[in-house]
């Protein structure tokens, strides 16, 4: 099974062949952060290096959020239209599972955090009971990073821009529980999220496009506005 996997949650984004046997090719974003501009001609590129074809594309992942709002609504919005142009199946993978999925054998408790702003990070637990399987064990999160600590009470590995952002105060308050993974885990990647998303799509398990939305976790601020605006 060939999975064409589309990871756009930061302004760092990523695009990904997978199969059973693994990475094919990834490519990232690299100095353009407008997602729209990169993410289609870069798809087109990485398939003719494969020498594929979108025809032999058995199916899309994307990563659904949390993340930004503008760059989760053009990955969800291209890939939608890869699906519907192509008829292959879709699979939504929340951003912070694939995030956990790139330290697969960690035998700590893993948190994956991304900087959400508002002094505040997207979060989420994860274990691994056994080798290569994961398993999340809180809800996805939006939350100070010192409200995050309080849930903590053992070693904890933590990964994203939001670890890298957070370091010192998450070293103060959890002192040697708090282990932090290399700048290189800083962004996820779009082969994680085809990782996950290839597993599904194995098991039949695909999305309905028409009800495929971004996991926000929190409104997006237009929202917000538009609440705060209502209610005055």
């Given at each position: 099974?060939?999975?064409?996997?589309?990871?756009?949650?930061?302004?760092v984004?990523?695009?990904?062949?997978?199969?059973?046997?693994?990475?094919?090719q990834e490519?990232?974003?690299?100095?353009v952060?407008?997602?729209?501009?990169?993410l289609?001609?870069?798809?087109?590129?990485?398939?003719a290096?494969?020498?594929?074809?979108?025809?032999?594309?058995?199916?899309?992942?994307?990563?659904s959020?949390?993340?930004?709002?503008?760059?989760?609504?053009?990955?969800?919005?291209?890939?939608?239209?890869?699906?519907?142009?192509?008829?292959?199946?879709?699979v939504?993978?929340?951003?912070?599972?694939?995030?956990?999925?790139?330290?697969?054998?960690?035998?700590?408790?893993?948190?994956?955090?991304?900087?959400?702003?508002?002094?505040?990070?997207?979060?989420?637990?994860?274990?691994?009971?056994?080798?290569?399987?994961?398993r999340?064990?809180?809800?996805?999160?939006?939350?100070?990073?010192?409200?995050?600590a309080?849930?903590?009470?053992?070693?904890v590995?933590f990964?994203?821009?939001?670890?890298?952002?957070?370091?010192?105060?998450l070293t103060?308050?959890?002192?040697?529980?708090?282990?932090?993974?290399?700048a290189?885990?800083?962004?996820?990647?779009?082969?994680?999220?085809?990782?996950?998303?290839?597993?599904?799509?194995?098991?039949?398990?695909?999305?309905?496009?028409d009800?495929?939305?971004?996991?926000?976790?929190?409104?997006?601020e237009?929202?917000l506005?538009?609440?705060?605006?209502?209610?005055?």
């Amino acid at each position: 099974m060939l999975v064409l996997a589309v990871e756009t949650a930061t302004h760092v984004g990523s695009v990904s062949l997978v199969s059973e046997e693994g990475m094919i090719q990834e490519r990232g974003s690299g100095t353009v952060t407008t997602h729209s501009i990169w993410l289609l001609p870069t798809i087109r590129d990485m398939l003719a290096a494969a020498r594929l074809t979108m025809e032999e594309v058995d199916g899309f992942a994307v990563s659904s959020g949390p993340g930004s709002f503008t760059g989760l609504r053009i990955g969800l919005s291209v890939v939608k239209g890869l699906s519907l142009a192509t008829g292959k199946p879709v699979v939504a993978v929340p951003t912070l599972d694939a995030m956990a999925e790139l330290v697969p054998f960690c035998r700590h408790l893993v948190c994956p955090l991304l900087d959400a702003r508002k002094k505040e990070v997207y979060a989420a637990l994860y274990r691994f009971p056994s080798r290569g399987s994961v398993r999340r064990d809180s809800d996805h999160l939006v939350l100070a990073p010192g409200n995050l600590a309080q849930l903590i009470k053992e070693k904890v590995l933590f990964l994203g821009n939001g670890a890298q952002l957070h370091r010192d105060l998450l070293t103060d308050l959890l002192g040697k529980k708090a282990l932090f993974a290399s700048a290189r885990f800083r962004h996820p990647k779009a082969s994680a999220v085809g990782q996950l998303g290839l597993r599904r799509l194995a098991q039949a398990k695909t999305d309905d496009l028409d009800a495929l939305e971004p996991l926000y976790v929190r409104p997006p601020e237009a929202e917000l506005k538009r609440l705060g605006h209502s209610r005055s």
